[in-house]
């Protein structure tokens, strides 16, 4: 039942008072602060578990983060609601997601999450992860759907640039697409960048150079040119390694669970509260990402995770080896 009300909450996207509507139908009649404490309770059983995610993931050398807001109530502020955000770290090739709640969007979130981390880090151009200082070298990777999406903004402003810009972005993806699609080893991915992508981008990029200095800087072309520019080592960066990703849609999809549950649950309780929201959706996301059925997994958890050993914990994570998602 504990697994239910979770799935129910953070995978269906059903409020807590939906549920106990739901329950008093069947003649089972909770309140508020019970189904509320169960889950706390539920969470808390979890968090070592949570832990043992959070290591696994920073202990990839290629991993995405992104960040969205979240409301939280906050008896604090003056109008009773916090935006506060959510942080996720996805690693690619583990197929492993984790959400971090933080009641601000500075760096400082990042700044500790990623001390230990050395590797790649794929992000949008959000200037807080161009400032890092941490004890291991990161090297950035952009998001080239990002930058795709001011050009795509740009069409009301200048059609004809902006749709030349976007018929390259398209044949870029359009690479990405016949690899997905056929699945060839690693040398094989990089090769087929350098000889086809490769070119694109560099097509792309001398056309760029060149209208900048054609374009009003505040234009929405102007922006578009510019923001890409500015970030265009890191954008091209993902043609040197087969594990790397073009862009970022893939935590993106992770975190479009917590744009529906906004949509019905509207905010967090507490910062408490925002952060087990945090553990559910990476528990979930992670399940979703490997084809593992959430209610099935987590049920199977909370029956072991009382006694399985502590040095153990990783053997209960929803990873699936053989899954192809």
């Known amino acids: 039942m504990l697994a239910h009300i979770a799935v129910s909450k953070f995978v269906d996207h059903l409020p807590l008072y939906r549920q106990i ?6 003649q089972l009649y909770l309140s508020d602060s019970t ?7 539920t969470c808390d059983l979890l968090q070592p578990l949570y832990d043992c995610l959070g290591k696994k993931v920073l202990q990839s050398n290629y991993i995405q983060m992104d960040e ?10 003056g109008s009773g609601l916090h935006t506060g955000y959510q942080w996720v770290i996805h690693a690619p090739v583990e197929r492993l997601v984790l959400f971090q709640y933080d009641p601000s969007r500075s760096k400082r979130l990042p700044q ?4 230990e981390f050395c590797g790649t880090l794929q992000t949008d151009g959000y200037h807080v992860y161009q400032n890092l200082t941490t004890k291991h070298p990161i090297v950035l990777l952009g998001c080239m759907a990002h930058a795709r999406r001011y050009f795509e ?14 018929k390259l972005f398209q044949k870029l993806y359009a690479v990405e697409e016949k690899i997905r699609n056929r699945k060839p080893d690693a040398l094989v991915i990089v090769r087929y960048r350098k000889l086809v992508a490769v070119p694109v981008l560099t097509e792309l ?7 900048i200095y054609e374009v009003l800087p505040k234009s929405a072309i102007g922006k578009a040119i510019a923001y890409t520019l500015n970030i265009w080592s890191n954008l091209i960066r993902y043609t040197q390694k087969a594990d790397f990703h073009i862009d970022n849609n893939l935590i993106e999809n992770a975190i479009r669970p917590l744009a529906l549950g906004r949509k019905n649950y509207l905010f967090a309780g507490s910062h408490n509260a925002a952060q087990n929201t945090a553990m559910m959706y990476s528990f979930f996301a992670t399940c979703k990402i490997n084809g593992i059925e959430p209610l099935a997994w987590l049920t199977e958890v909370l029956n072991k995770i009382p006694e399985h050993k502590a040095n153990m914990l990783e053997q209960l994570l929803p990873v699936n080896p053989n899954s192809e998602i």
Do not use: C
């Open 35 to 41: 189904i509320g404490d169960w889950l706390s309770a």
């Open 112 to 115: 500790k999450l990623l001390d």
């Open 205 to 211: 990029e001398q056309w760029m150079k060149q209208h």
């Open 21 to 26: 509507q739901i329950f008093k139908r069947q």
């Open 153 to 166: 903004k740009a069409r009301d402003n200048d059609p004809v640039r902006a749709t030349y810009a976007l």
């Open 68 to 77: 969205s807001p979240i409301g939280v109530q906050d008896k604090h502020n």
